[in-house]
């Protein structure tokens, strides 16, 4: 067999189907409007979609998904990946896409985390946080891509 | 067209696909979900083929999410298939399992 990266690890960041492809933003990145989300408004769409999972031959977890939940003016969907390799490390890729309705905007924003696993296990077992929303990742790559409409 | 196996082959059907989408549309844009059954062993070997590489035991082949800004077209889509032709395809980078840290530098090389 051939080799490959067997944990799946993806820098996807969705697929433009149809239609232009977003822009970089090089300088003065706008990011994602994190308060607007924070607001409590009304949830009028949710889901959540596996896209795939390997349990890495017994030895960590490697899965795919993508979450999104939609209110009255924005939106915001999740794609996430998180890979666990038991004993060595733990990383994840984040794409978020944020739409703004009314502005016809939508910022794309990616970003990778990884650390060995001893060390978010022992911030895990501390903090009792899931470990997947442990602050303590090193950020490896973030960047921001934007895509509006008139 | 194969008659090795059965006619019906093709799964989802268009009408499967179709129903198992729900849409919500919010201001010009139409949001999109599809959740299917895991694939089976036809669409996996043929997925794999076309990638390259042996798939995940869980491969939700048939789903995706997406938004599309319906006066212009423009659609963006997830997909399991996208993404794991993302995956390097080549041994650069390569994991090593813990425990085969121990014996790993004595077979270096290609397995």
Redesign the interface.
């Known amino acids: 067999m051939k080799p490959f990266d067997w944990s799946y690890t993806t820098d996807y960041k969705g697929t433009v189907t149809r239609g232009k492809p977003f822009e970089v933003q090089r300088e003065n990145a706008e990011p994602i409007p994190i308060e607007l989300l924070k607001r409590p408004d009304p949830i009028l769409f949710f889901e959540e979609v596996v896209l795939f999972e390997s349990e890495l031959d017994d030895n960590g977890i490697s899965v795919l998904s993508c979450k999104l939940r939609v209110m009255p003016d924005r939106m915001l969907l999740l794609c996430r990946q998180f890979m666990r390799l038991d004993n060595v490390l733990i990383r994840i890729r984040d794409t978020r896409i944020y739409v703004d309705f009314n502005l016809g905007k939508i910022i794309r924003d990616y970003t990778e985390r990884e650390d060995d696993f001893d060390k978010v296990k022992k911030v895990q077992s501390t903090s009792l946080i899931p470990l997947y929303f442990s602050g303590s990742f090193e950020l490896l790559v973030g960047f921001t891509t934007t895509q509006s409409f008139d | 067209m194969s008659f090795n196996g059965p006619l019906d082959e093709a799964y989802p059907t268009p009408a499967a696909a179709d129903k198992s989408t ?1 849409s ?1 549309v ?4 139409k ?1 999109s ?3 299917l059954p895991i694939s089976k062993s036809g669409p996996i070997d043929e997925m794999s083929k076309k990638l ?9 082949g048939d ?7 319906m ?10 298939y ?3 032709d ?13 425990y085969s840290k121990e014996w790993s530098s004595s077979r270096c090389g ?2």
């Open positions: 729900v919500h919010q201001k010009g844009f949001i979900a599809r959740k390259g590489i042996p798939v995940p035991e869980m491969i939700f789903n995706m999410v997406s938004i599309e800004h006066a212009s077209g423009w659609r963006l889509e997830f997909n399991a996208d993404a794991l993302q995956v390097d395809k080549t041994d650069k980078n390569m994991l090593k399992v813990a290609s397995s």
